[in-house]
């Protein structure tokens, strides 16, 4: 039976990273991987909050935040980032403060501005993966462009109500783009994705975007290249769709 706080309680007792270190799938080998990695996360909301708090405490070197918006009193039930003494502020500025305090050893950049056709590319450049933790179709088709365009692996994610998916795009060997998951782009141009959810939805599905980033900055696994994680937290049901 695994204890409630990992296998080997008496060999973590060491630096801030042992207890992932002491996983073969990541060592000292993988966290030399993840201290040189540059993640770029669009959209500091409900997925950006436990994706940015996740990479952060795991090591990333560097994680550049893109959000235009400010924090709002009805985001802290699921943008854990945050606090109430936030509400008013700008989200980028204050994940920054969130994750400087976690791990002062993350390189925390932030851009407090809509990512647009115009500006996608100079923002994505030079990072290792991109997550796609925002709420609006637009933002994604340009992500998916970009990404496929550069050859920089984007990790999409989306949220609603009580379900939510994952899938890693724009990724060798299958190189799906966002536009084999959803080909019809006038179809859902301004159209605005339903807002209710509960948090902990945003909570299993940004930690899924997370790890699937570990997974490809350290090489294990089985990446969810070109395929579509599915889950409906009430019935807890579950699938692997190939896109």
Known sequence: MLEADGLHTAACSGGRYARQELLPEIGRAGQAKLRRAKVMIVGAGGLGSPVA????GAGVGTLTLVDED????????????????????????????????????????????RLTRENAESLIEGHDVVVDACDN?????????????????????????????VAVL????????????????????????FKGVVGMT?????????????????????????????????TMESYVLDI
Not at 53 to 56: C, E, K, Q, T, W
Not at 142 to 152: E, F, N, R, T, Y
Not at 175 to 192: K, Q
Request: proline content about 4%; charged content about 20%.
């Open 70 to 113: 400010v924090v709002s009193l009805s985001n802290l039930h699921r943008q854990i980032l945050y606090a109430e003494s936030e509400v008013g502020t700008s989200k980028v500025e204050a994940a920054a403060v969130r994750l400087r305090s976690l791990n002062v050893e993350t390189d925390v950049r932030t851009h407090a501005c």
């Open 202 to 234: 945003a909570a299993v599905v940004g930690g899924v975007q997370a790890h699937e980033v570990m997974k490809l900055l350290c090489g294990y696994g089985d990446v969810l290249a070109g395929r579509l994680w599915t889950i409906d937290l009430r």
């Open 53 to 56: 708090l996740y990479l952060a």
């Open 137 to 165: 179709y637009a933002t994604r088709y340009v992500l998916s462009d970009v990404c496929a365009a550069l050859g920089i692996p984007y990790i999409y994610g989306a949220i609603e109500g009580f379900c939510g998916q």
């Open 170 to 193: 724009c990724c060798p060997p299958c190189r799906r783009t966002y536009r084999d998951l959803f080909p019809d782009e006038d179809a859902l141009r301004g159209m605005t994705p």
